[in-house]
């Protein structure tokens, strides 16, 4: 990125923050506070804006202040792991690289060039690569997460479902809000948007977030290369719009930044007790002890615009074009320890203690481009259509380097190619005055290319060498939608979706890289959505069942730091899904939400190498010393997930006290594809609180609290190397003002 777009960036955060004022206001997205109608929530699931309730897709909505305070307190996109039905999101880099699953339906791949089945779609734009998923959450106007295969709308590797997140656009009349909060260890949150036009067609926003954190884990280890305290960051991004409205038609340039300082992910080495998925004699979450290089900072740049020409009747044509960039340096002491077995006097199973030193990292360089042009024909009396084709294409650089002590052992280069062609279809009719079908067919081609060079640690291949991969797929859904009441529709939907192929290109620790073929879902689903009492209370309730034929999966570890991509022969979830949204009373708003999923991996003929750092194997041992994983669980799915938000307000003088409490749970979940009891992780149980005064003048004070209950279990690990393990978010504490105008 030039230093002149970089200033610019700044530029419009530092316009952003400067030009807001003090009031408050109840945001205008807000679907529970603004209206006692709980039928008259909008979502665009099916690209176009349509009542919640009409649209046979399981789909949850947040926005509005439940979105502000769970948002809150220098959270990255992770904060939604748990906040819908059937949704986890983790991370074994931080704020740089998130995973979703949606339905048990992930990706456990730490590899730059991963595939995920769960998309991110950011203002109207795909985010393949996983580092640009992690892209800050601010100045939203809401979060739909879609569950079930999206294949035919979205396109190619939502299998899963899709994470669709909506900027707050420009508007036509002059806006702002600004928020600032301060809490546990220096945390620092500041957000600010302005808004409005400048001349009768034309309007703009701007808007920027900057958070930041101390160190607040103290290294042990005085002696190695590792900082001495651990993970802080500053991240910082900013946003500018510009929307042309005319006679109908419509164009929006969107361009943002993001530079983020921070730490890796802090891996803890014997952090976990032998026998259990407890914490070890010893461990503390604010200690750790690494003497290996430890970094991590990310710049991230992009742009796109939307196009809208209103033709005939409400017959629109939509064009959207995206580009996004990024650098990510990061580099991290894998092992989690300064001590090792081999070393007199280091005990194996102690906390600290590893088998043997890794400390790996590199640079990471993703961009992508991609394009979509859609008709959508609008209402012909009972018939509607939308046609379109899609486009995409990435390159993907990263530098892979390991190190002994200060000596570079290896550099290897990756290339990465991924190009993607779709044509789609969709269309609905409304076959009697109370139902509705709806269907959709899409192809999609693939094509792939990976060229690595360099020098490897410990090899099992002559580099360079380059891999290939092609596949294409026809996806399709077909639904029905009826109106048993007003107030109340059932629906039923099958769908598929399409992973495209996946090339492993790792060559260290005797890595052999491999090509994986596409993997393919098809899903059923039915369900009820209503509304009761007047309309106070909404309900949605979905039942599902999934298959996946050629599962990619990611085997992790072994005795080496290594991974390896296969394909199992199939694997099959089924579920129930439910969330209820009330207004029970004057003031009191309140939100539950739950699953129940189940997932298993079917093929009996797949073996993988069990654990290298002393698990407590559960799994069967074949002959070869291979664990049997059919009938395992998926890995990071939990069994049960559930959510929920209670608010309260009393008006108090020419305002109102309130308080907020939100809650997500999530049961136990297998960090692996194999069964130990110290790799799977506790059920977790997280809450927040926020108490405040919003005043009808328009301002807001709070105090808030997160993970209330500061309960620290285990999120992942690793696996090769002693009971390395990884841990949530501590608790924190705050306060926060807010304004808008």
Not at 462 to 473: F, H, I, Q, R, S
Request: proline share 4%; aromatic share 10%.
């Amino acid at each position: 990125m030039t230093r002149l777009a970089r200033a610019a960036a700044t530029t419009c955060s530092a316009i952003a923050i400067a030009c807001a004022s003090p009031a408050f206001a109840q945001d205008t997205t807000d679907e529970v506070v603004t209206t006692d109608d709980l039928t008259e929530i909008y979502v665009s699931a099916s690209r176009r804006d349509e009542r919640a309730i009409d649209v046979p897709v399981a789909v949850t909505a947040i926005s509005g202040q439940a979105l502000d305070v769970i948002n809150s307190s220098g959270l990255d996109i992770r904060f939604l792991s748990g906040r819908t039905p059937s949704l986890n999101v983790e991370s074994s880099f931080g704020r740089t690289f998130p995973r979703f699953y949606i339905r048990g339906l992930g990706n456990t791949d730490f590899d730059p060039n991963a595939a995920q089945p769960v998309s991110v779609v950011y203002d109207d734009v795909a985010l393949e690569n996983p580092m640009l998923k992690s892209f800050p959450v601010f100045d939203v106007e809401s979060v739909e997460v879609l569950r079930g295969p999206q294949g035919t709308l979205f396109g190619r590797n939502t299998p899963a479902g899709v994470v669709k997140i909506d900027s707050a656009k420009p508007t036509d009349y002059f806006t702002g809000k600004f928020s600032a909060s301060y809490g546990t260890y220096d945390t620092v949150n500041l957000e600010a948007a302005v808004s409005g036009p400048i001349s009768d067609v034309v309007s703009v926003r701007l808007s920027g977030l900057m958070q930041r954190r101390d160190d607040w884990v103290k290294n042990l280890n005085t002696t190695g290369l590792a900082d001495t305290e651990f993970e802080g960051y500053e991240d910082i991004a900013t946003r500018a719009q510009l929307m042309i409205k005319d006679e109908g038609h419509s164009l929006l340039i969107n361009a943002h930044y993001r530079h983020l300082d921070g730490t890796p992910r802090i891996f803890r080495a014997g952090a976990i007790l032998p026998g259990s998925n407890t914490p070890n004699v010893g461990f503390d979450p604010e200690e750790a002890s690494l003497d290996g290089y430890t970094n991590q900072s990310m710049e991230q740049w992009g742009g796109s615009l939307r196009a809208t020409l209103s033709l005939f009747d409400d017959a629109t044509l939509a064009i959207v074009a995206g580009y996004e960039e990024a650098s990510v340096d990061s580099t991290g002491d894998i092992d989690g320890g300064d001590c090792y077995a081999f070393i007199p006097g280091c005990n194996f199973y102690d906390i600290h203690v590893a088998a043997f030193p890794v400390n790996t990292g590199g640079t990471t360089k993703p961009s992508e481009m991609s394009g979509e042009i859609r008709f959508d024909t609008g209402d012909l009396g009972g018939y509607r259509a939308q046609v379109g084709a899609y486009f995409f294409d990435q390159d993907l650089f990263y530098r892979e380097f390991a190190y002994d002590g200060t000596t570079i052992v290896s550099d290897v280069l990756h290339r990465n190619d991924n190009r993607n062609f779709g044509l789609f279809a969709a269309g609905e009719v409304s076959a009697t005055d109370a139902l509705t079908l709806r269907a959709g067919i899409r192809y999609s081609d693939d094509k792939k290319t990976d060229r690595i060079s360099g020098v490897a640690q410990l090899p099992a291949v002559t580099l360079p060498l380059t891999n290939k991969a092609k596949g294409d797929n026809i996806s399709w859904d077909v639904s029905a939608t009826y109106e048993v009441t007003a107030d109340t529709n059932v629906y039923a939907r099958v769908a598929t979706g399409y992973l495209g192929p996946a090339i492993q290109d790792r060559v260290n620790f005797f890595s052999v890289p491999n090509v994986a073929k596409e993997q393919t879902t098809i899903s059923a689903e039915g369900g009820v959505k209503t509304a009761l009492l007047d309309r106070k209370l909404r309900l949605d309730l979905t039942g599902y069942w999934w298959r996946t034929d050629d599962l990619q999966l990611t085997a992790v570890g072994g005795t080496s730091n290594s991974a390896r991509l296969i394909n199992a022969d199939h694997a099959v979830g089924y579920g129930i899904e439910g969330e209820l949204t009330a207004r029970p009373a004057p003031g009191l708003d309140l939100t539950l939400g739950g699953s129940w999923n189940f997932t298993e991996i079917r093929d009996d003929a797949l073996f993988i190498a069990p654990c290298g750092g002393g698990c407590t194997m559960l799994d069967p041992i074949n002959g070869d010393g291979l664990a049997v994983i059919d009938g395992n669980d998926l890995p990071q799915a939990p069994r049960y997930v559930a959510n929920a938000t209670l608010r309260y307000g009393v008006p108090v003088g020419a305002g109102e006290v309130y308080v907020f409490t939100d809650w997500a749970y999530r049961s136990e979940a297998n960090f692996f594809l194999y069964e130990a009891t110290e790799f799977r992780g506790e059920e977790l149980l997280e809450g927040g609180a926020r108490i405040g005064y919003a005043a009808d003048a328009g301002w807001e004070i709070a105090g808030f609290v997160r993970n209330i209950t500061d309960e620290i279990v285990f999120v992942s690990g690793i696996d090769f190397n002693n009971l390395t393990g990884m841990i949530n978010e501590p608790r924190t504490w705050g306060v926060e003002v807010r304004a808008s105008f």
